[in-house]
């Protein structure tokens, strides 16, 4: 397991707001009775195990003595909330800064602490294995700026930086329509580029590149996109990640 201090702040979040919540519920309290205890509002504490952001390690403090979280626990906790205070990710350095909505930023810290990456791609092949050139010409298709652009084809390069590592790399799975490797998209040289690009991952040994055939007929991703992670840290378990045209959210939910 991954040391505290090694931890993307997106993966502190998560990891902050789930103990927190399981703390509360294992001593069988609600929410708006342990708010009222500091004089908070029943949405302050929504706010702690639910929302996507940096915790006061006061208010972490505060809750662990509460509750009488063990010592090793608390120090985590305490730990997880310095960290979402104190620290920054790479997306949020320049030249990146501002231009990476929040809901991708997350997006990014949680894929680069997966275990298990699993995605399931209808329309284009996903950016986390898309050849620069291919990225390029997918995002030629936004109402984004060139500057704009080129940050986030960038972004796309940059975080497939996870596929590298040779200290324990991420089991990746990408499966894609057949109507993916079918479309021309930005020519034939690009197509040719990203073909051969998706054929290299799939000869290392911690990814799996599949298509799914026209042959198939109808099957349960019809709905659309999806990529799930899983996590070392069996209190995150795993997540799924849902993109929209406009926006992307990550949801813990089994359903």
């Known amino acids: 397991m991954a040391a505290v201090d090694d931890r993307s702040v997106a993966l502190c979040r998560i990891l902050l707001r789930l103990q927190l919540r399981r703390l509360r519920q294992d001593r069988g309290l609600n929410a708006s009775a342990v708010a009222k205890v500091f004089g908070w509002s029943t949405a302050r504490m929504t706010r702690l195990e639910t929302k996507d952001t940096a915790v006061e390690v006061g208010d ?3 809750l662990c003595d509460y509750y009488e979280a063990p010592l090793e626990l608390r120090d985590e906790l305490e730990n997880y909330a310095l960290i979402t205070k104190t620290r ?3 997306w949020e350095e320049k030249p990146y800064k501002g231009k990476i909505p929040p809901w991708f930023q997350a997006c990014l810290g949680l ?8 995605i399931y791609q209808s329309e284009f092949v996903p950016g986390l294995t898309q050849d620069l050139e291919y990225a390029r010409a997918i995002l030629a298709l936004s109402d984004a700026d060139e500057e704009v652009q080129r940050v986030h084809a960038d972004v796309r390069a940059k975080r497939q930086s996870i596929l590298e590592r040779s200290d324990d790399p991420p089991a990746v799975t990408v499966i894609l329509n057949e ?4 479309r021309p998209v930005g020519g034939p040289t690009v197509m040719r580029q990203q073909l051969s690009r998706l054929s290299k991952l799939a000869a290392k040994p911690h990814i799996t590149v599949r298509v799914l055939p026209f042959a198939a007929g109808a099957h349960p991703a019809m709905h659309g996109p999806f990529t799930l992670w899983d996590f070392e840290d069996e209190t995150v378990g795993e997540l799924a990640y849902l993109e929209t045209l406009g926006d992307g959210g990550v949801h813990s939910d089994a359903e």
């Open 60 to 62: 972490v403090r505060l």
């Open 111 to 118: 894929e680069a602490a997966a275990r298990t990456i699993r």
């Open 88 to 90: 920054k990710d790479w």
């Open 179 to 182: 109507g993916i490797i079918r």
